[in-house]
């Protein structure tokens, strides 16, 4: 039960993080002229810090890091920069190879990204038996 209800928060903050990367993304590929790689990592930066505010406050009781909290930002955009791999491959799949429209490619792309950063930060971010500070000095 718990772990339902931390996904469908995950599900809210992912869709206010997602939000901001789509607006950054379409604010750079359509009015600064910037190519859609470099939009998509603009678009990922401030995401990635939307969902990470929101996810520590609102989604995830236990933390594992919580006494280390810059090794815990760290480790959630590492975690982020493999899922904006992740976007970037779908992106290519979706724009470059099937000749889709960049809007909906990205929405593709935040859907398998979402589950893919989900299950891995619940696994290695968010468990339910905190670590101890002194492990992480």
Known sequence: MKSRI???????????ALLVDLGLFSLCLRVLDISWPYAASIGFVGGVVTAYILSVRFVFHHR???PAPAAEFLVFTVIGVVGLGVTQLVLWL???????????????????????NFAVRKVLLFASLPIQKKEWV
């Open 6 to 16: 931390e996904f469908i928060r995950y599900f809210g903050v992912s869709l206010i």
């Open 94 to 116: 979706c724009i470059d190879l099937g000749g889709l429209q960049s809007e909906f490619s990205k929405l593709v792309a935040a859907g398998v990204t979402f589950v893919f």
């Open 64 to 66: 594992t890091m919580a």
